[in-house]
């Protein structure tokens, strides 16, 4: 699943290629909901990352990784105003992760 991450570990265009993966993740696939705190609804569109820093041995490549996202708050479209029917809260979330370098698969921690 992370093939071209792993392809590409070393060298500068890692970090392109692993955010390239990481958003090909379904939302269900991913962690965030435990860091949701106002709704559980995200905005898919509104994913993004940060490799903080990382790290490997032979089986494993290790990151640790800070997500940008924004859930979406529903609300009421007051005086008919569509534009406050939906409104959009920022949040963050800081995981581990392992690639493994065998199978391509990632895992969260």
């Not at 994913?47 to 009421?76: A, H, M, P």
Request: hydrophobic share 35%; glycine share 6%.
């Amino acid at each position: 699943m992370f093939d071209k991450s792993l392809k590409h570990w070393g060298s500068d265009e890692f970090s392109q290629y692993f955010k390239q993966d990481f958003n090909s993740l379904d939302l269900e696939e991913l962690p965030l909901f435990a860091c949701c705190t106002h709704s559980g609804v995200i905005d898919k569109d509104s994913v993004g990352l940060r490799i903080l820093n990382s790290s490997s041995d032979e089986q494993t490549i290790y990151l640790k990784i800070g997500v940008f996202f924004c859930e979406i708050l529903s609300g009421c479209a007051c005086n008919d105003d569509p534009s406050q029917a939906m409104m959009f809260e920022n949040s963050y979330c800081e995981f581990s992760v392992e690639l493994d370098r065998g199978n391509a698969q990632v895992s969260f921690n």
